[in-house]
């Protein structure tokens, strides 16, 4: 079905296009672009379980004070971790999937600046990441 296009739509087309007039770009969206730099990322392969639990602490700070709502946190899965193959030392703390979930979970002072970790993915055997939520800075 083809609709007629009225005398006084063609009137006010024309009179558009010849005027400076601009429409705004309904496609930009600022405020998805502010949502998107307030989730940040780290990747923690390769560090030792000290200097991961420094360098998360510092991060989780850091992304706090700037506003930062979402934290990706990439541990990897352990599956190459060479703990498993000494029986002394802890098998899940000694991935970092485990430890820096509960190294933060265990500071009080960042657990201030946390709203929640996203445990069900450090649990989770097929993934390499977890979340970490922050609280509004105040």
Known sequence: MKKKISDQDKEDWKRFIESDEKLKNKDININKTEAISKIRTIDLHGYTLENANIVISDFIIKCFLEGTTSIQ??????????????????????????????????????????????????????????????????
């Open 73 to 138: 946190v990439i541990t990897g899965k352990g599956s190459r971790s060479k703990n498993k193959e000494d029986p002394y030392l802890s098998k899940d703390l000694g991935i970092l999937k485990y430890s820096v979930p509960d190294y933060i979970k265990n500071n009080s002072e960042l657990m201030k600046k946390v709203k929640e970790l996203d445990f069900d993915s450090v649990n989770d055997a097929s993934q390499g990441t977890f979340n970490i939520f922050l609280k509004k800075k105040i």
